[in-house]
């Protein structure tokens, strides 16, 4: 079996930390331009090949075919732009929808692009955004609802009972008793 070696330091050692130079880095970045480079021509290549094999395809087929091809391409193209449309449609209704709940148009469009995917995470997000804005708008509308305090005079045993006394006066037609 292979000898197991200890890469740990030890305590008070300080383990020797790699230096990078800028000439190691520009050397990394000319070879990932290259690489680059070399992937882009393939993949031009690549596309020439197919556009001359799809000319060399058609060349050969009958006029039939030909025509059946071009009918299926454009169905297929019908067909992506109705399922495009269809998405749309259910977006807007979505957004529509959330917008008539009190959602912000942001979130409201957020949250309805994420129930057109399926992305039931992000449209609990969306729904504990609302929830939260709704809570704090009550916060603040229950704040700005609260009567202010009196700087008068809380009422006394005295006063109260006054009240209460002129109460049954006004009530019999009687004129109420001074304090």
Do not use: C, H
Request: aromatic share 6%; net charge negative.
């Amino acid at each position: 079996m292979a000898e197991n070696t200890n890469t740990e330091t030890k305590q008070g050692e300080q383990a020797a930390e790699p230096t990078v130079t800028v000439d190691d880095l520009a050397k990394k970045i000319k070879e990932l331009e290259t690489q680059l480079a070399k992937q882009k021509k393939a993949t031009d290549n690549a596309s020439s090949d197919a556009a001359d094999w799809k000319k060399k395809f058609y060349a050969t087929q009958s006029e039939a075919d030909q025509a059946e091809a071009k009918r299926k391409e454009a169905e297929e193209a019908l067909r992506k732009e109705n399922e495009a449309l269809k998405r749309d449609k259910v977006i807007g209704a979505y957004s529509n929808r959330a917008l008539s709940l009190g959602y912000d148009a942001d979130l409201a469009a957020l949250t309805a692009e994420a129930m057109a995917n399926g992305d039931m995470s992000a449209v609990f997000d969306g729904i504990g955004q609302f929830i939260e804005t709704v809570k704090s708008k009550a916060v603040t509308e229950a704040y700005a609802k609260q009567p202010t305090l009196s700087t008068g005079t809380p009422p006394s045993t005295s006063t109260v009972t006054n009240d209460e006394e002129n109460k049954y006066r006004k009530w019999m037609g009687l004129p109420p008793k001074r304090n």
